[in-house]
Nanobody, 124 residues
Framework: QVQLVESGGGWVQAGGSLRLSCAAS????????MGWIRQAPGKERECVAT????????DYVDSVKGRFTISRDNAKNTVYLQMNSLKPEDTAVYYC?????????????????WGQGTQVTVSS
């Protein structure tokens, strides 16, 4: 069993920045891939960023490339999402999720455990 707890969400004006954190329990974090997934009101969930077990491979959805950065600290069992140049369309609940294999994917069905989510609201 893995528990994930997100933090760092909130309200920000367009153009601003937020940093999300996701703290994981359990001994499998350092060998597992992680993803950040968001769900905007009335829309389906989409995976915005992924990172492999050692941080050596990352991937982003086109809409956030150049603005968001995913990173991880295996010593702290934590994954981060640095979000810059935020836009109103980034408004969503952001979830972190763990895939109990070393390599990441943007396929939502491949993730084994999810956090409870943190709200990000970007005003224009």
């Amino acid at each position: 069993q893995v528990q994930l707890v997100e933090s760092g969400g909130g309200w920000v004006q367009a153009g601003g920045s937020l940093r999300l954190s996701c703290a994981a329990s359990g001994r499998t974090f350092s060998t597992s891939a992680m993803g950040w997934i968001r769900q905007a009101p009335g829309k389906e969930r989409e995976c915005v960023a992924t990172i492999s077990w050692n941080g050596g491979s990352t991937d982003y959805v086109d809409s956030v490339k150049g603005r968001f950065t995913i990173s991880r600290d295996n010593a702290k069992n934590t994954v981060y999402l640095q979000m810059n140049s935020l836009k109103p369309e980034d408004t969503a609940v952001y979830y972190c999720a763990v895939r109990l294999t070393p390599w990441a994917t943007r396929s939502l069905n491949e993730y084994d455990y999810w956090g409870q989510g943190t709200q990000v609201t970007v005003s224009s």
